[in-house]
């Protein structure tokens, strides 16, 4: 199969999954909701129509361009997928079939129905497809690997698969950086960046840096519009669990009654935290962002004012170039 074959093929797949049938999206959500309570129809549509942006016929060329794939270099990629938020590990995927090889997949109990669902779309556009993917339960004779994990996995994987060339992601979180004068749109938008998918995604913000002097109140205010989420048993389960320690604990922080805003030098917040820390100016901001740079995912401000960000709102929505822990795939399946 040629470059342009795959592409064509991923190209019609990003038009099947746009024309899905009401009644197809219901079959595979309610099998996903089933296995992953975090997986609401809201979340599902939400990582379908991500997907769905990398799959267009035009974007893969100009991606594909950057790197030497190589005709009939086929190796066999194992992939330990995440599934902490729905089809985290498509790009994965997307790479390796692109990239011409092989791909052994050991999916995530917590996601183990979207992408098989994907696949069979796939091989029905190209049925050569269907030899070169497998769903294991073990891996197993595979000429590199992938894996995806905490910090706990991170270190297990890197020894299990220390014998082959190999991609070992671990915990990263994301930021947003506030300057005071942000507009309720923009207030909005960042909220997105923290509510979809729960915050358990690692493009999810968990951490702003706000100047010295910020007000949170106006930001608690406009993200009550994000009060529906607490009616989520698991969310509500750990907001009310968060509230009450704080409470117990005598600790500061802020609440609107959906989100606890607390100080802390800390990244990773727990599911209904963000944490805040205060900067005295841009030098300042400079040196705790670079600080912390080996751990972001993301940085996101206004309209990407701050070098290196991206705009509020575009956490959830990455391309085709921005890879998991900034670890370039494709140029790694391309030395292969």
């Known amino acids: 199969m040629s470059l342009e074959e795959r592409i064509a093929a991923f190209s019609e797949l990003g038009n099947h999954l746009r ?11 309610k099998k996903a909701r089933e296995k992953n309570p975090w997986f609401t129809d809201e979340n599902l549509q939400l990582a379908f129509d991500g997907v769905s942006i990398f799959l267009e016929e035009e974007k893969f060329k100009n991606w594909t361009t950057k790197y030497p794939i190589k005709k009939g270099n086929t190796k066999t990629v194992g992939v330990a997928m995440a599934g902490n938020i729905p089809l985290v590990g498509f790009h994965d995927y997307l790479c390796i079939l692109i990239g011409g090889h092989r791909a052994q997949i050991k999916l995530s109990t917590q996601d183990a129905e979207l992408l098989p669902f994907v696949h069979a779309l796939l091989t029905k556009i190209e049925p050569r497809f269907a ?25 297990y994987f890197s020894y299990y698969f220390k014998n082959v060339p190999h991609i070992i992601r671990k915990n990263r979180s ?21 509510f979809h998918y729960f915050g358990l995604g690692c493009r999810n913000v968990s951490k702003l840096y706000i100047p010295e002097e910020y007000d949170l109140i106006p930001l608690l205010r406009e993200w009550e ?28 922080f802020y609440d609107n009654g959906v989100i606890l805003l607390i100080e802390s030098d800390k990244l990773v917040s727990p599911i209904s935290v963000v944490f805040y820390e205060r900067y005295s100016d841009q030098e300042d901001l400079r040196n705790r962002v670079e600080h912390s740079k080996e751990k972001l995912q993301c940085i996101l401000s206004a309209k990407g004012w701050f070098k290196g960000s991206i705009e509020f709102g575009k956490a959830q929505k990455p391309e085709l170039e921005d890879y998991a822990d900034n670890v370039d795939t494709m140029k790694f399946l391309s030395a292969l």
């Open 131 to 155: 030899e070169l993917v497998s769903f294991e339960e073990r891996l197993h004779h595979y000429d590199a690997a992938i894996a995806t994990g905490s910090d706990n996995t991170g270190r």
């Open 174 to 194: 994301s930021c947003a950086i506030l300057l005071g004068g942000e507009t309720n749109t923009e207030l909005d938008e960042l909220g997105n960046d923290v």
């Open 19 to 29: 024309g899905l049938s009401m009644n197809e999206r219901k079959a595979v959500f």
């Open 225 to 252: 519009k994000f009060t529906p989420i607490v009616h989520h048993n698991k969310y509500a389960n750990n907001y009310n669990y968060q509230r009450s320690i704080h409470l117990t604990n005598l600790k500061n």
